[in-house]
């Protein structure tokens, strides 16, 4: 069996990220998983990025792994909000600069086998690992209401699901819920011309402004004032002037009461759409105060019964209900192991602040460790809280 000192499985932004920063550390991780495979196959095509160009960066020691080193290095200026073709793009570069050499086989098991972890492939093959990172994205904790429970995914899928919406054209679709997956997601098949409708049972749908003050403060702090204006407001895009450095800085962040820290964990999640949202909605029918009580299916279409008594009968439902952290999910690990890592009562893992988990040598990055760095670790822009403090601990040396 082969042996590697540091095993990393996940090839989106926190796992090449985490790559990078160990290799500047002086050791090379093992790496696992397709390239930037969720945000290829899991989201569709013409979707934004809500985050602006500067807290979309894929953290690296290295400066020339930047999204603005990309752009020059392409001699092209991407649009702001960012396309997601672009951020994708960008991601395999990235990839292709510090592991050019992953293996893209699937993990069908993680077991502990005391003297470190047995990884075992799809085809069979295992591997000796000392320590294993998992930076496997947040695509697990998908949420399905129960309603729809045993309705085939081409009729009902969670917005994590979907790659190509153009197929709907011209087809009868609902959008349940109100934040920023499913206003765009309603907005993309509205341009595809379907024959969309949100459903919330909000009161309402919240958009968030144009920051234009965060706007004219880095017009005003251009080149050598950059990190100063870093430092007064954090290019986390997160919160604003009072909550944006308690959110950015994992020291802040642990700092505050239990409270404070969920009342920011919160603000992230509120459920909101992004400024250049309204506009792209115009046309598209909102449906508020309302909830699927029952789902019948007829045929290759889905009859859908709403809480005030109305019915609908729609080709697809897109569920943009967002996730529940639950590391039970986490298929790839062995029971034993499973059970052996300490969980909070909420599904998340208990986290020292290195990202280690309770099992000496496992470690998790990403939005299962929001509860211990922050909310960063929800978004790209925390792979620059992740990566240090896992290199450092992977290597005993400080990365900054």
Do not use: C
């Not at 792979?383 to 450092?392: C, I």
């Amino acid at each position: 069996m082969r042996t590697q000192q540091i095993v990393v499985i996940g090839a989106g932004p926190y796992g090449l990220s985490i790559a990078a920063h160990l290799r500047h550390a002086g050791v090379e991780p093992y790496v696992i998983g397709r390239p930037m495979g969720f945000w290829k196959h899991n989201m569709p095509g013409k979707m934004l990025l809500r985050s602006r160009h500067e807290a979309s960066n894929i953290a690296a020691p290295q400066k020339h792994l930047s999204l603005e080193a990309y752009q020059k290095s392409i001699r092209r200026r991407f649009d702001e909000p960012l396309p997601i073709e672009d951020f994708i793009d960008y991601g395999v570069w990235f990839h292709k600069q510090v592991v050019p050499r992953l293996d893209a086989r699937d993990v069908h098991n993680v077991a502990n086998n005391g003297s470190g972890f047995e990884i075992t492939f799809e085809d069979g093959e295992k591997l000796h690992a000392e320590s294993v990172v998992l930076a496997l994205g947040i695509g697990l904790f998908a949420q399905r209401p129960e309603q729809f429970a045993g309705i085939p995914p081409a009729l009902a899928s969670h917005s994590s699901e979907f790659s190509n919406l153009t197929q709907y054209g011209g087809k009868r679709v609902a959008v349940i819920g109100r934040g920023q997956s499913a206003l765009e997601y309603a907005a993309i098949l509205h341009e595809h011309n379907a024959d969309v409708q949100i459903l919330t049972r909000s009161a309402m749908v919240d958009f968030l402004p144009f920051a234009w003050r965060k706007h004219l403060f880095r017009r005003l702090t251009p080149g050598p004032l950059r990190p100063l204006s870093w430092r007064i407001l954090p290019p986390t895009d997160l919160g604003d002037i009072r909550t944006a450095r308690k959110m950015a800085d994992p020291v802040k962040f642990r700092r505050q009461s239990p409270e404070v820290q969920q009342a920011l964990l919160k603000d992230v999640t509120t459920p909101r759409g992004a400024y250049w949202l309204p506009s792209r909605l115009q046309g598209v029918p909102v449906k508020t105060g309302v909830s699927v009580t029952n789902v019948e299916r007829a045929g290759d279409t889905l009859k859908l019964t709403l809480s005030d008594g109305a019915t609908d009968q729609v080709h697809l439902v897109v569920l943009a209900t967002g996730y529940k952290i639950d590391i039970s999910k986490y298929h790839i690990l062995d029971d034993s192991l499973k059970q052996a890592i300490r969980k909070t009562p909420d599904g998340y893992p208990v986290l020292a602040t290195n990202l280690q988990t309770s099992v000496k040598g496992l470690y998790m990055a990403g939005v299962v460790a929001e509860k211990i760095l922050g909310p960063t670790l929800r978004f790209v822009t925390g792979t620059s809280n992740a990566g240090p403090r896992l290199a450092a601990a992977l290597t005993g040396k400080a990365v900054h």
